[in-house]
């Protein structure tokens, strides 16, 4: 479809004289839980919806252009160790797939790097974050067939 600039141009007067400008944004989990298993790979999803979670926008053109510009992370909440405050780490942007979602694959080597196992490793609590501050619901990971911690001898 082509529209030319003074329809877009009217719509745009339209929807600001409407109160739509700087229309807000949410997101949403595609799924409340994940389950991962132990040292493979493992995605989880969000989808970008409307501030109510009412529609979801599964394609760029579908976002309305009052929305403005919006970036995604996706990221662990975690306790912090000193402070006790919880608080968004791992975060990393994602761009929208083809099948609408914002999609981070966690390896399987993050169940045992030192770093991530202060804060547990893969499992736990995963949010969307978008640029202006809007955090999804979490979504759980759940991690199965991790080996025992052994008990040492004295």
Same mark, same amino acid.
């Given at each position: ?5 003074? /329809? ?12 739509q ?12 839980? $994940? ?27 579908a976002?309305p ?10 990221c662990?909440? /975690? ?5 006790? $405050? ?27 790097d ?36 052994q008990?040492?001898?004295?």
């Open positions: 479809m082509h529209y030319s600039l003074s /329809v877009l141009l009217v719509g745009a007067l339209v929807s600001s004289a409407m109160g400008e700087g229309q807000s944004l949410g997101l949403a989990p595609v799924h409340a839980n $994940v389950t991962c298993h132990y040292e493979k790979k493992c995605a989880i999803s969000f989808m970008l919806t409307d501030a109510d979670g009412d529609i979801a926008y599964l394609t760029g053109d976002v252009a009052t929305a403005g510009n919006f970036k995604v992370k996706i662990k909440l /975690v306790t912090e160790i000193d402070t006790g $405050v919880l608080a968004k780490t791992f975060c990393r942007h994602e761009d929208q797939g083809n099948d609408g979602f914002f999609t981070r694959v966690i390896g399987g080597k993050k169940d045992h030192e770093e991530w196992a202060v804060y547990g490793g893969r499992e736990g609590d995963w949010v969307g974050v978008l640029n202006d501050g809007t955090q999804s619901a979490p979504l759980e990971i759940i991690v199965k067939g991790a080996p025992e911690p008990q040492e001898e004295m």
